[in-house]
């Protein structure tokens, strides 16, 4: 099995653009969950999943943010617009019991 | 208060040590916890579940202590290969969202 795929590897934009991050899950997994994680603040649960139904989306930090899961395999988080404190790594992860199978993670710096 | 906290370390220790974190949580209703290893610039892992029992893994031994609200992490005969930051992790709230702690960060030195 391939994993959890993120995409892109890293992200480079400036305040005020879009960005879109991108994840599949591994299949088979029926919850997917995306987090963030900086120094200061370690691994967020921004927004989790169970069977493409968001359950809970209160650790999403503004309107600024948004996510969706049209279908099993696939899951989007926007950000419309960055901002600088935006910059983190997003991490997508997958699970179909306890076990938590996580992406590579994507880098994002918003300058 | 965070649901789950742990010292940040770092935890600089030489090979061959036994270490120990611990990682308290707020949830006393939380059910399930588990150590997760996270190396630099990587995804974490899934590392270990911690049972009530407690739980050992080769040189690596889990407890939990419902009275204190925390769980623990042993690690014997450390070596390099184990330097990471470890990060305790509960199922909390009523979706089974799980929550991870910040991490300590352990280095092993030769």
């Known amino acids: 099995d391939a994993g959890v795929i993120q995409s892109p590897r890293h992200e480079v934009t400036e305040m005020g653009q879009e960005v879109t991050l991108r994840c599949k899950p591994i299949s088979g997994h029926n919850s997917l969950f995306w987090y963030r994680q900086t120094m200061m603040r370690g691994l967020e649960l921004l927004i989790y999943?169970?069977?493409?139904?968001?359950?809970?989306d209160s650790g999403m930090p503004e309107d600024r943010f948004s996510a969706k899961m049209p279908n099993a395999s696939f899951s989007t988080l926007k950000i419309q617009p960055s901002e600088p404190r935006d910059s983190a790594v997003y991490f997508c992860?997958?699970?179909?019991?306890?076990?938590?199978?996580f992406g590579s993670g994507t880098q994002l710096s918003v300058l | 208060r965070k649901e789950v906290e742990q010292d940040p370390g770092p935890f600089n220790v030489p090979e061959g040590a036994t270490v120990a974190f611990n990682c308290t949580y707020s949830?006393?209703?939380?059910?399930?916890f588990f150590w997760y290893r996270q190396d630099c610039r990587k995804e974490p892992k899934l590392l270990m579940s911690v049972y009530s029992s407690g739980n050992e893994d080769g040189r690596f031994t889990a407890q939990l202590n419902r009275a204190s609200q925390y769980i623990s992490l042993l690690i014997r005969d450390s070596k390099l290969s184990d330097s990471a930051t470890y990060l305790c992790?509960?199922?909390?709230?009523?979706?089974?969202?799980?929550?991870f702690g910040k991490g300590t960060k352990l280095s092993v030195k030769p």
């Open positions: 992860a997958s699970t179909l019991g306890k076990e938590l199978f």
């Open positions: 949830n006393s209703a939380s059910q399930s």
């Open positions: 999943f169970n069977n493409n139904v968001p359950i809970d």
């Open positions: 992790v509960q199922i909390g709230g009523s979706q089974g969202n799980l929550i």
